[in-house]
């Protein structure tokens, strides 16, 4: 945590496995600050969520994912503060990416601008988050140093010339858009402006549950970003989420596994849970045992990076047990070419927007 003198202090007490039975901090220049921190009015006040509140101190500070998150942002909070701005922010990614920022302490809500043609989604975002908005594209862009497109494929190209038809861009670009490479934006860009503009690009695949804090994100650096600019987006992701930096190719690979799986996991849990319902449970019961029962399998599979899933797998099937039964009944039914096939789909849509993007831009050299 960064205090007002630009020094870093630690919580008193706080280290791995100690229960911490504190209910305050010395805070720079400040006397002595509550554990809930809401009277420490510094830059960093996004932070002050993440500090345990009164009936979560001890044990559960100390090893729960409350201490992790919290530690993850300290290093956030050297982090220059960049003013981000969002078009299409209103939509589910744009909107997903805001409250996970937000929400972790990232970024203060003031620094957040958001346009958007719907001002009903933009308003009640505007009450969730305490973000800025506006539907006036150019206002916005005339208050950020950092510029999200979270448009739909399909609209970017027309969105660009909009919004670099009279000048060209000096802000970092970060593009949401599936399928739109760096050379069409790159393109798409220098026609609009009428120039040979470097545009500084990094082009992101992000997942939905980022804005709960447990995202999955791929990240690739277009020619002309600058290591700080990757550097800050991917502290942003990392805010909210894990970060894999890929090459552009593989970001169709990533849309497939970590993008379009959310929905798989979905998919799979709702089969599972109405396999409860048929074997007797009570709907409410069958849900709330398969969704923690997939975030335990989770669980494990991160605490062991090294250990192969079939590994994981055989702890828990025992001989002529009823594990093995359901695993063998999976693999009859092709479930593995199943969730293959469905990641192969996905990855191939990603393929083809890219292919024809850049078709219709070879079309008009």
């Keep these: 945590m960064q205090t007002h003198s630009g020094m870093f202090v630690l919580p008193a007490g706080i280290s791995r496995g100690k229960p911490v039975c504190r209910t305050s901090v010395q805070c720079g220049n400040c006397k002595e600050v509550p554990i809930s921190w809401r009277s420490c009015r510094t830059v960093l006040s996004p932070l002050h969520r993440l500090a345990p509140r009164a009936h979560v101190r001890h044990a559960r500070w100390a090893t729960s994912s409350y201490r992790h998150r919290f530690t993850r942002l300290l290093s956030s909070a050297a982090t220059p503060q960049r003013r981000v701005g969002f078009v299409g922010g209103a939509g589910n990614m744009g909107s ?122 791929g990240l690739s650096r277009g020619r002309f970003a600058t290591d700080a600019d990757l550097a800050w987006t991917q502290a942003l992701f990392e805010s909210i989420g894990t970060v894999a930096l890929v090459d552009e190719p593989l970001l169709d690979a990533v849309v497939a596994v970590a993008g379009s799986a959310t929905a798989f996991m979905f998919q799979f849990l709702e089969a599972l849970s109405d396999a409860g319902v048929r074997e007797g449970l009570p709907r409410p019961t069958a849900r709330a045992l398969a969704v923690q029962a997939m975030r335990g399998a989770a669980r494990m599979a991160q605490a062991e990076p090294q250990a192969h899933l079939a590994e994981l797998r055989n702890r828990v099937e025992s001989p002529g047990g009823t594990t093995i039964a359901g695993t063998l009944a999976l693999e009859a039914a092709d479930f593995r070419a199943a969730v293959q096939a469905a990641a192969a789909a996905s990855a191939a849509k990603s393929r083809a927007l890219r292919s024809a993007f850049e078709e219709r831009l070879m079309g008009k050299e």
């Design 96 to 217: 997903a990416i805001i409250r996970g920022i937000v929400g972790s302490g990232f970024t203060a809500p003031h620094l957040v601008h958001v346009s958007g043609r719907d001002r009903a989604k933009l308003e009640r975002l505007a009450a969730d988050t305490a973000v800025q908005i506006t539907t006036d594209n150019a206002e916005m862009l005339s208050q950020v140093d950092v510029l999200f497109l979270c448009v739909k494929p399909a609209q970017i190209e027309s969105l660009l010339h909009q919004l670099f038809g009279t000048r060209p861009p000096s802000l970092l670009i970060v593009s949401v858009a599936a399928g739109a490479s760096f050379a069409c934006l790159e393109r798409w860009i220098q026609d609009a402006s009428a120039t040979a503009n470097e545009p500084r690009l990094i082009r992101c695949m992000p997942n939905v549950p980022l804005q709960v804090g447990c995202g999955a994100t």
